[in-house]
């Protein structure tokens, strides 16, 4: 899969970031949640990202 970064919170890539993937999604690096009492499956996951961030990718036409 190949990703494209579209908007981040710092440039150091340590930091939530949305990405746009080859295949048309989109993907998400954030602070893993723990301890939220969902049952997901083991291939699955869920993290936190800034809702600024989704605004700032939606203002810049970026998705």
């Not at 340590?14 to 080859?22: A, F, I, N, S, V």
């Not at 949640?33 to 083991?42: E, F, K, Q, S």
């Amino acid at each position: 899969m190949k990703l494209t970064r579209l908007v981040g919170s710092c440039d150091d890539g340590d930091c939530p970031t949305l990405y746009l993937t080859d295949r048309g999604t989109l993907a998400v690096q954030g602070d893993r949640i723990t301890g939220d009492g969902l049952r997901l499956p083991a291939h699955e996951t869920l993290v936190e990202i800034p809702v600024e961030l989704i605004r700032k990718a939606v203002r810049d036409n970026l998705i």
